[in-house]
């Protein structure tokens, strides 16, 4: 089946940095989604980005389906950014397969 | 996000009670799913229905049972669960099943 690989899996950063979060997949997938877990498990989609670019507030996020990977952009980062971000693709038969997610967190 | 609820959101069960999870989506969606969330691993989807009917089951064992009323309400019914089986459970919901996914909040669920 299709794997879906993200990195770093964890990371450090002092607020107001900025952060690249990538997803690679191992074959193609359909209507890659980014989102967002907070710590009390919440998840919430952050972008629905099958191909190009999306832009929302600090976040951004590319996909290049032609080369399998996405990545997520977060700038100026905020404590309220903590938690772990996964990506997932949808394959043949409308499943979503999931990274492991990169687990975030923002130090003031 | 309030479109989807779950209820509960905590629960404790013994290996021989019965339960059953609680989702209701307000979105007008079309296709619900089921999730289980355990630690260091990937979300993993149980069960996927699109308008009413079940389009998916990932091999998940016969002591979890899916029922699908209507469009807005998904339950999980458990019966003679395993500590294993403790994890999170996460409904989600979106237009059709090429769309976007709208997640509830889970229930922490705890087998003893």
């Known amino acids: 089946g299709i794997q879906v690989e993200q990195s770093p899996p964890d990371l450090i950063l002092q607020e107001g940095a900025n952060s690249t979060l990538r997803c690679n997949f191992s074959?193609?997938?359909?209507?890659l989604q980014w989102f967002h877990q907070n710590p009390w498990g919440q998840l919430i989609n952050l972008f629905y980005?099958?191909?190009?670019?999306k832009q929302n507030g600090r976040l951004s996020a590319t996909t290049v389906a032609t080369e399998r990977y996405s990545l997520l952009y977060i700038s100026s980062s905020q404590t309220t950014d903590s938690g772990v971000y996964f990506c997932?693709?949808?394959?043949?038969?409308?499943?979503?397969?999931w990274g492991a997610g990169t687990k975030l967190i923002i130090k003031p | 996000e309030t479109g989807v609820t779950q209820t509960p959101r905590h629960l404790v069960m013994g290996m021989t009670n019965k339960k059953s999870l609680k989702c209701e989506q307000h979105?007008?969606?079309?296709?619900m799913y089921w999730y289980k969330q355990s630690a260091k691993k990937p979300l993993e989807l149980m069960f996927v229905?699109?308008?009413?009917?079940?389009?998916e089951n990932n091999s998940v064992p016969s002591r979890f049972s899916p029922e699908c009323p209507n469009s807005s309400h998904l339950f999980l019914h458990l019966h003679t669960l395993q500590p294993e089986d403790s994890a999170l459970y996460l409904c989600?919901?979106?237009?059709?099943?090429?769309?976007?996914?709208?997640f509830g909040p889970g229930t922490r669920l705890t087998v003893t």
């Open positions: 997932a693709g949808m394959d043949s038969n409308y499943q979503l397969i």
């Open positions: 979105l007008g969606h079309n296709a």
């Open positions: 074959d193609s997938v359909n209507n």
């Open positions: 229905y699109s308008l009413e009917e079940r389009v």
């Open positions: 989600a919901s979106s237009q059709d099943l090429l769309s976007k996914q709208y």
């Open positions: 980005i099958p191909s190009g670019t």
